[in-house]
């Protein structure tokens, strides 16, 4: 089952997203054209007349990828998974500053200071964790062109950090609440990496465990707690743990490093969570959220699969979920290249020039093409991504690397737009 196809009116407004099936009827009866590939939508040749029906735009963010899901009702028809690229900025940041640092200690000419002498706006956010907000945001709209859709559901939180450390805080309904215990367990796991902090055995229930035992004051905070299987928290029972691993000072030593250390992607959600909503909350559009414990509570109800997708689609208040498509879209983000306009080897010395035109012969390094070769040494059809050159032969990274394609072969499927894709 693949996502439903989207369609658009001859004035390019948005109809309801139909079944496959119908859009290749369209397709071939000569009533729409593919408007675009990525997501795949279709524009009428003619005027219609139907009744919209609203379509819930569910989001749940995370720090290496995003889900989306969109629902009419309780019909989840289409699903999407975004990865970031905060890594990749986060590296060519520090690459830049280290190559910064460097001339400034060059005992060159002299220049004054500027290093000190910035200010940062309210709500400032590192690039990396911008980057987020932002490419969220830009697929918000994408599908708003696209689909009708009328109200939005993010995940706002997925971890309470401060409701974990010190769960007084919200009073007895949380810590005996139907969501009891969803918070932490969610933390847990990714902070111990769904494993046996003990053994290292994954792929078993895992139970929560105190540290320091409780029998002998440990408390419930979040920093003393731990994931084990049944046969080691049995085993330890209510032993101090120098006792417990007096034989394995490499395991002990693990175990309390890791009790300490905080969630690096956790505190990425939460630091860009608010940024988020309130962007989104611009849009118009009536905004709710919903926590990360209650969205792991439907999804465990309804026995789905741990997915990015699916996460997204139990977020918020969800009764019951008819799953129309298992196939999402999987796009990734790759950024739009580099200014440099001279490439250096790995010693820095130049190595070959970028074009001073972007475009060649309506064509852009990074545009996705289906080329028809006809005559030549190279007869066939390759579909792929295209590097141009000035002279109008083209690269194709089609299944293998094709080179020396004329443009005259070259159609436009998708253009280059900063993200690639897979279904």
């Given at each position: 089952m693949?996502?439903?196809?989207f369609v658009?009116?001859?004035?390019?407004r948005?109809l309801?997203?139909?079944?496959?099936?119908?859009?290749r009827?369209?397709?071939?009866?000569?009533k729409?054209?593919?408007f675009?590939?990525?997501?795949?939508?279709?524009i009428?040749k003619?005027e219609?007349i139907t009744?919209?029906?609203?379509?819930?735009?569910?989001?749940?963010p995370?720090?290496q990828t995003?889900g989306?899901?969109?629902?009419q009702?309780?019909?989840?028809?289409?699903?999407?998974e975004?990865?970031?690229?905060?890594?990749?900025?986060?590296?060519s940041?520090?690459?830049?500053?280290?190559?910064?640092?460097?001339?400034?200690n060059?005992?060159t000419r002299y220049?004054p200071?500027?290093?000190?002498?910035?200010?940062r706006?309210?709500?400032?956010?590192?690039p990396?964790?911008?980057h987020?907000?932002?490419?969220?945001?830009?697929?918000?709209?994408?599908?708003?062109?696209?689909?009708?859709?009328?109200?939005i559901?993010?995940?706002?939180?997925?971890f309470?950090l401060?409701?974990?450390?010190?769960p007084?805080i919200?009073?007895?309904?949380?810590?005996q609440?139907?969501l009891?215990?969803?918070?932490v367990?969610e933390?847990?796991?990714?902070?111990?990496?769904?494993k046996c902090?003990?053994?290292?055995v994954?792929?078993?229930?895992?139970?929560?465990e105190?540290?320091?035992?409780k029998?002998?004051?440990?408390?419930?905070r979040?920093?003393?707690?731990?994931?084990?299987c049944e046969?080691?928290?049995?085993?330890?029972?209510t032993q101090?743990?120098?006792?417990?691993?007096?034989?394995?000072?490499?395991v002990l030593k693990?175990?309390?490093?890791?009790?300490?250390?905080?969630?690096?992607d956790?505190?990425?959600?939460n630091?860009t969570r608010?940024?988020?909503l309130?962007?989104?909350s611009m849009?118009g559009?009536?905004?709710?959220?919903?926590?990360?414990?209650?969205?792991?509570f439907?999804?465990?109800?309804l026995?789905?699969?741990?997915?990015h997708?699916l996460?997204?689609a139990?977020?918020?208040n969800v009764?019951?979920?008819?799953?129309l498509?298992?196939k999402?879209?999987?796009i990734k983000?790759?950024?739009?290249?580099?200014?440099?306009?001279?490439?250096?080897d790995?010693?820095?010395?130049?190595c070959?020039?970028?074009?001073?035109?972007?475009?060649?012969?309506g064509?852009q390094?990074g545009?996705?093409?289906k080329?028809?070769?006809?005559?030549g040494?190279k007869?066939?059809?390759?579909?792929?991504?295209?590097?141009?050159?000035?002279s109008?032969?083209?690269?194709?990274?089609?299944?293998?690397?094709?080179?020396g394609?004329?443009?005259?072969?070259?159609?436009?499927?998708?253009r280059?737009?900063?993200?690639s894709y897979?279904?």
């Amino acid at each position: 089952m693949s996502n439903f196809v989207f369609v658009l009116d001859t004035q390019k407004r948005p109809l309801n997203p139909i079944h496959l099936g119908m859009a290749r009827k369209l397709l071939t009866n000569g009533k729409g054209a593919v408007f675009k590939r990525y997501p795949f939508t279709l524009i009428l040749k003619v005027e219609v007349i139907t009744t919209q029906k609203p379509i819930t735009l569910k989001i749940d963010p995370g720090s290496q990828t995003t889900g989306f899901a969109l629902l009419q009702g309780e019909k989840v028809i289409f699903g999407a998974e975004l990865t970031h690229r905060g890594q990749a900025i986060k590296a060519s940041l520090e690459s830049r500053r280290s190559l910064r640092r460097v001339r400034r200690n060059r005992h060159t000419r002299y220049r004054p200071a500027r290093f000190l002498n910035r200010t940062r706006l309210k709500g400032w956010l590192a690039p990396s964790l911008q980057h987020r907000v932002e490419t969220t945001l830009t697929w918000v709209t994408k599908l708003m062109k696209v689909a009708p859709i009328v109200s939005i559901v993010q995940e706002l939180v997925r971890f309470d950090l401060q409701q974990l450390e010190n769960p007084e805080i919200s009073g007895i309904e949380y810590q005996q609440g139907v969501l009891c215990g969803y918070e932490v367990r969610e933390y847990l796991l990714n902070k111990w990496e769904r494993k046996c902090a003990y053994c290292g055995v994954t792929n078993t229930p895992l139970q929560v465990e105190h540290i320091h035992p409780k029998a002998k004051g440990g408390s419930n905070r979040i920093s003393n707690l731990c994931l084990a299987c049944e046969k080691c928290n049995i085993k330890k029972g209510t032993q101090n743990i120098e006792q417990f691993l007096s034989k394995k000072p490499e395991v002990l030593k693990r175990v309390l490093s890791q009790a300490k250390r905080s969630l690096r992607d956790a505190t990425a959600v939460n630091s860009t969570r608010w940024a988020l909503l309130n962007r989104l909350s611009m849009i118009g559009l009536p905004v709710s959220t919903g926590s990360g414990g209650l969205t792991k509570f439907n999804r465990t109800r309804l026995s789905l699969a741990k997915t990015h997708w699916l996460d997204a689609a139990c977020v918020g208040n969800v009764e019951s979920l008819k799953i129309l498509t298992n196939k999402p879209l999987l796009i990734k983000a790759t950024g739009h290249g580099t200014r440099q306009m001279c490439r250096t080897d790995k010693f820095g010395f130049p190595c070959r020039y970028v074009p001073r035109l972007k475009f060649v012969k309506g064509f852009q390094t990074g545009d996705i093409v289906k080329a028809i070769v006809t005559s030549g040494k190279k007869v066939g059809k390759y579909v792929g991504r295209v590097a141009v050159r000035t002279s109008g032969s083209f690269n194709i990274a089609a299944s293998e690397l094709v080179s020396g394609v004329s443009h005259k072969y070259c159609s436009i499927i998708h253009r280059k737009d900063g993200y690639s894709y897979a279904a």
